[in-house]
């Protein structure tokens, strides 16, 4: 395969878990689907991001890295995370729930929704929580609750530099007419911007995330030196160095296609460093949101095959991952192609000669479909099938659909004797949770009404 370092160790390491998830019946009858998360590979990517914008930067350079937390929602991986150096970037009560019980600090914490209600804002500047506004509205009510009360939090505003999108469009979030940020490029709005700065000497970060998969490092540099050319042109404007924070965002894609490549902090840090300079050289304290490219690369969805069958000349394996764990997939398989491998039914890579298989999930509707025409060793009933760098954005983000319960998931590590062990990070869902979460408790709720 031409693997090489850490990429095929990850491989090596993934093919050891896998086949001892099912040995250990973490994935069986019982629980026909599981999801694996490599807890080396997640703690290595996060050194990558670390030691990648230490070198950018020569040493000089001031930064935060959070980590987006939608993109895998689960507290042990945020507390992991957190013990690896990083913070946490939030965009809902839930997340931010989720950020407090991991035992991330308010100030590691930034906040950036595009909806914060009234309760949401005020709860965050009485924590210390950094919040970038994402609308001229937004930047009033903090106009409001900075008047009422002092707060420790770093408040800016997110900034749509509007430099165009990238090859998915429900990704691309600087898009001209997208609807995160303030519009940088709209007639008159950098001058509203300079102004609303210059009247708000507590407004001390600037904020983008130009957009996520399929934004090429190119476009997403553009937008991060279109925000640091506005910053730096607010303080000239204030004489003084208002802005002290730039928050980059995230975005840095991953390649689905291979273990060969993994994302590549240093090279994205390189071109910042080469398009931005001043972001690097000390003055700014520099944020980074990072969340796919922490983690896809770590995480495994492993499923049992129900049943195959043949159906107009097509073969199809029915297994239980479908579009409850791998929604955006299911729904777009074009822009979210996963890589689907056959293992056996002791969880070994099965043999044989690759044959075009449908893999469909449990889902009752007909285009869950996790591949079509896949290559693969032909599947039976029993064996397995692995999705790989599904750690993020994946079954971190369920999709309840035919009241399929959440999947358990779990961390492994492999031992220098190729042992393995497993920690619970969510156990699987229960009936009655999801009795719970389906009203089970209003059964006769509707009949009161007449
Ligand atoms: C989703 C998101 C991120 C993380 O994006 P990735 O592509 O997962 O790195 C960071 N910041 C904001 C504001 C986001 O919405």
Not at 188 to 203: F, I, T
């Amino acid at each position: 395969m031409g693997l090489t370092g850490n990429a095929s160790a990850a491989a090596a390491r993934r093919t050891v878990a896998v086949r001892a998830a099912v040995g250990q019946g973490i994935v069986g009858e019982h629980a026909p689907v599981a999801a694996l998360l490599d807890v080396h590979g997640i703690r290595a990517a996060a050194a990558a991001l670390h030691s990648a914008f230490d070198e950018a930067g020569g040493g000089r350079c001031r930064v935060l890295h959070t980590f987006a937390v939608k993109a895998c929602a689960l507290v042990p991986v945020v507390r992991l995370l957190a013990d690896e150096g990083l913070g946490c970037e939030v965009a809902s009560p839930g997340e931010l729930a989720l950020a407090r019980a991991a035992g991330v600090p308010p100030a590691r914490t930034v906040l950036d929704s595009p909806a914060k209600t009234p309760d949401e804002l005020r709860e965050a500047l009485a924590l210390g929580i950094a919040v970038n506004a994402d609308s001229r509205e937004e930047l009033s009510r903090l106009d409001a609750l900075v008047a009422a009360a002092p707060t420790a939090s770093a408040l800016g505003v997110r900034v749509n530099p509007q430099v165009g999108g990238g090859s998915i469009g429900a990704t691309s979030t600087a898009t001209a007419g997208s609807k995160f940020g303030v519009p940088l490029r709209d007639a008159g709005a950098r001058e509203w911007l300079l102004r609303a700065y210059a009247q708000r000497p507590w407004l001390t970060a600037v904020h983008t995330h130009v957009g996520s998969q399929g934004c090429p490092l190119g476009l997403l540099a553009e937008g991060v030196r279109a925000v640091y050319e506005l910053a730096e042109e607010i303080n000239r404007a204030a004489g003084r160095q208002q802005v002290r924070t730039v928050d980059i965002g995230g975005g840095l894609p991953v390649d689905f296609s291979s273990d060969e490549a993994g994302p590549d902090f240093g090279a994205y840090a390189r071109l910042l460093a080469a398009t931005a300079p001043g972001l690097f050289d000390g003055r700014y304290q520099l944020v980074t949101e990072f969340g796919r490219s922490l983690v896809a690369k770590s995480g495994t969805v492993l499923a049992r095959v129900e049943a195959t069958k043949s159906a107009g000349g097509r073969r199809i394996a029915v297994t239980h991952a479908g579009a409850q764990v791998a929604t955006r997939t299911v729904y777009a398989p074009e822009a979210w192609p996963l890589r689907v491998a056959a293992l056996d039914a002791l969880g070994r890579p099965k043999a044989g000669d690759a044959v075009p298989q449908d893999v469909a999930g449990p889902c009752c509707f007909a285009g869950d479909l996790l591949a079509a025409g896949c290559a693969l060793p032909l599947l039976e009933a029993g064996d397995h099938v692995a999705l790989l760098d599904t750690g993020a954005y994946y079954f971190s983000a369920h999709y309840a659909y035919n009241s399929l319960v959440r999947p358990g998931v779990y961390g492994y590590a492999v031992g220098g004797g190729a042992e393995v062990a497993f920690a619970t990070v969510r156990e699987p869902q229960s009936l009655d949770g999801v009795v719970a979460e389906s009203g089970g408790a209003y059964v006769a709720g509707l009949r009161g009404l007449g």
